[in-house]
């Protein structure tokens, strides 16, 4: 792709140089002070560098918009983030950077959440996301799909992987329902609730918690209750509801992975 004359018009100052290309897939680096960061960082090469910012035009740590005009002025991207919930607040203060989840998707980069937390300290110029095909091969399982449950718990690999649980050993059940008082649109009321926790970087599998009453095909998406908590351990715990109130004979709750391409 050729960056030509695009241009930030708002979070940087920086216009990319002329015939400045980009690779497919490529992740290249805008940085206030390229020597100093040279510095810092030795191992990453020079020609990840496109240029520097002016101005002193850092990001804020706050959140502000950032917008990048394709060379005939219209925008390539543009969007605001936030360093407060829906946005995940752990990327927050030093440390963890704010990660695009599959990149490669061309995800909605105005919805928060198609971000999250890095894994780790952020590190420029690379990704930090985990694959199934990388876990599977570091597990020793030969299951490109994800569906079969050698420790016969319950739980089909590709959930073991985006719930961060051992795959050879039987594992607890994750989720616990829970009858507990809640006041939904107003309404206090009794509701069957369970609490899903998943470590970061999993982006190839989505895990989604489904509701029912009957079993019956149709299973409808339970509901999250209040923003995602951040643990200590770099976990993330949602709650979720049963869409409807605890009256009827019977409610279920299910966990369903499934493989993002
Ligand atoms: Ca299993
Ligand atoms: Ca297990």
């Given at each position: 792709m050729d960056l030509t004359n695009c241009t930030f018009s708002a979070g940087i100052v920086f216009s990319f140089p002329d015939k400045y290309l980009l690779q497919p897939g490529a992740r290249i680096l805008i940085v206030r002070d390229a020597?100093?960061?040279?510095?810092?960082?030795?191992?990453?090469?020079?020609?990840?560098i496109a240029g520097a910012f002016?101005?002193?035009?850092?990001?804020?740590?706050?959140?502000?918009?950032?917008e990048l005009?394709?060379?005939?002025?219209?925008?390539?991207?543009?969007?605001?983030?936030?360093?407060n919930a829906p946005w995940p607040e752990a990327a927050d203060g030093s440390g963890a950077g704010l990660v695009l989840i599959n990149p490669t998707l061309n995800p909605d980069h105005t919805n928060p959440a198609n971000w999250r937390r890095s894994t780790a300290l952020a590190l420029p110029g690379t990704g930090?996301?985990?694959?199934?095909?990388?876990?599977?091969?570091?597990?020793?399982?030969?299951?490109?799909g994800g569906s079969l449950d050698p420790?016969?718990?319950?739980?089909?690999?590709?959930?073991?992987?985006?719930?961060?649980?051992?795959p050879g050993s039987?594992?607890?059940?994750?989720?616990?329902?829970?009858?507990?008082?809640?006041?939904?649109?107003?309404?206090?009321?009794?509701?069957?609730?369970?609490?899903?926790?998943?470590?970061?970087?999993?982006d190839d599998a989505t895990l989604t918690v489904e509701s029912s009453t009957?079993?019956?095909p149709g299973w409808?998406?339970?509901?999250?209750?209040?923003?995602?908590?951040?643990?200590?351990?770099?976990?993330?715990?949602?709650?979720?509801?049963?869409?409807?109130p605890a009256a009827g004979p019977r409610q279920f709750l299910r966990l369903k992975a499934i493989r993002v391409p």
């Open positions: 020597a100093a960061f040279q510095a810092a960082y030795p191992a990453i090469p020079a020609g990840q002016t101005g002193d035009t850092a990001l804020s740590n706050n959140g502000e918009p950032l005009l394709a060379a005939n002025g219209l925008p390539i991207k543009s969007f605001t983030y936030n360093n930090d996301a985990y694959t199934y095909t990388t876990w599977a091969t570091a597990n020793s399982l030969t299951d490109a420790d016969s718990d319950g739980l089909a690999n590709l959930i073991e992987y985006a719930l961060g649980t051992p039987a594992t607890t059940p994750p989720l616990v329902p829970l009858l507990q008082p809640l006041v939904v649109d107003g309404l206090p009321g009794s509701w069957l609730t369970v609490a899903l926790t998943r470590p970061p970087g999993r009957d079993l019956t409808l998406p339970a509901l999250p209750v209040g923003a995602p908590i951040q643990n200590l351990d770099g976990t993330t715990t949602q709650l979720y509801r049963h869409p409807a």
